[in-house]
């Protein structure tokens, strides 16, 4: 957050980047939250001119990048459970259940990271 608001934003803008993409690697996840995080930065751009943020666009970019990054740390930090359930069960259901689960507490960490950046 510091080097966000400091205009530090592409120093650690793309070892986030980086980060982001090897956990989505690992829990399998990449296509779908990388893709869908991408279709979404014209409306973050807009909800936050609207929300009154004083915010440059690289800034945005760099908190949408670290968000997206504590989501897939936060799933590939699942994926070890994740695998140890999966063998132990001939449940499609459990395990779909269970993925949709630590899915949704990523997407929820992440949220909050993007909602504590400075307005």
């Known amino acids: 957050m510091y080097e966000i608001q400091e205009s530090q934003a592409k120093k650690g803008g793309l070892s ?3 980060i982001s ?3 989505f690697l690992a829990y399998g996840l990449t296509v779908g939250i990388l893709f869908s995080a991408i279709l979404c930065i014209p409306s973050l751009i807009i909800f936050s001119c ?3 943020a004083d ?3 690289g800034h945005i970019l760099t908190l949408l990048v670290a968000s ?8 590939a930090g699942f994926s070890p459970g994740a695998w140890g359930f999966t063998q132990s069960t001939n449940s499609v259901a459990f395990t ?3 993925n ?6 990523g997407m929820c960490y992440g ?4 909602c504590a950046a400075p307005h």
């Open 96 to 98: 779909g259940a269970m």
């Open 50 to 52: 609207l929300s009154g």
């Open 111 to 114: 949220l909050r990271f993007l």
């Open 16 to 18: 986030l980047l980086a």
């Open 68 to 75: 997206v990054a504590l989501t897939g740390l936060l799933m």
């Open 21 to 23: 993409i090897l956990c």
């Open 100 to 105: 949709l689960a630590f899915w949704a507490i």
């Open 55 to 57: 915010l440059k666009i």
